[in-house]
């Protein structure tokens, strides 16, 4: 989990969100699915802050929760709701990070936690490596950055997954890639997997689904392993 917190700390004030236009339907929430309800939960002192998250999260699979009172936070935790995601803020008037950190550890175990801050340090960063947490935003930030790490944490738990059309154009995307940067040409391909050269122009357009026997031959010629084919897929 990547820290860019030193620098931070001598700059001067910003407001909360930089210049950020109003949420809109990003293409990751049409190439994602959801394998159910998710639920999240934020607790941000800041009723704005809260409403701007909320919209930014936006998701016809997603339940959201909103606490602002810091006084609530204990019992939203300890709640017979289960969570599969919390947007905190790190300073909450009134309780220490490690007191909600503790209560997030005894009653929602399984739930992945992005922290968001006005007050980044070092320790603070330590302090959320140590807590295990998914990620850690400072203020301001983008929408769109914290949603594409809001949505990242969900994939890596399998709650988000790509789609089928999301899976076959990204698959054909890095087959093309990887091929041009080997000097290949589709005939040359067709030559060493025996497999047409229409049907590999079909897949690496994304229009067409490969087989694992044609994915296997594909990686055989493109000198890479099928996992490091799907491992690149996810890198992008």
């Not at 992005?114 to 980044?120: A, F, I, L, S």
Request: charged share 20%.
């Amino acid at each position: 989990m990547p820290y860019e917190v030193e620098d931070r700390l001598t700059q001067t004030p910003k407001p909360l969100f930089a210049h950020t236009p109003p949420p809109k339907a990003q293409p990751a929430s049409r190439e994602l699915q959801s394998s159910g309800e998710i639920h999240i939960l934020i607790l941000d002192d800041d009723p704005h802050t809260c409403a701007v998250i909320q919209a930014a999260l936006a998701n016809r699979d997603f339940v959201i929760e909103v606490v602002s009172d810091p006084m609530m936070v204990q019992s939203a935790l300890s709640s017979t709701a289960r969570y599969h995601l919390i947007v905190l803020d790190y300073v909450l008037p009134g309780l220490e990070p490690d007191q909600v950190f503790g209560w997030i550890r005894d009653s929602q175990p399984d739930a992945n936690i992005v922290v968001v801050t006005g007050y980044p340090s070092v320790d603070s960063a330590i302090n959320c490596l140590r807590a295990r947490t998914c990620d850690y935003l400072t203020k301001p930030f983008q929408v769109d950055q914290l949603r594409e790490i809001v949505y990242r944490c969900l994939e890596s738990k399998g709650l988000l997954r790509m789609t089928e059309d999301a899976l076959k154009e990204a698959l054909g995307a890095t087959i093309r890639e990887r091929r041009k940067a080997l000097g290949l040409t589709l005939s040359n391909m067709s030559d060493r997997t025996g497999v047409s050269l229409g049907y590999l122009s079909q897949i690496e357009l994304g229009k067409n689904s490969a087989s694992i026997e044609t994915l296997y031959r594909i990686c055989l010629a493109l000198g890479m392993k099928m996992s490091e084919l799907f491992q690149a897929v996810q890198r992008n």
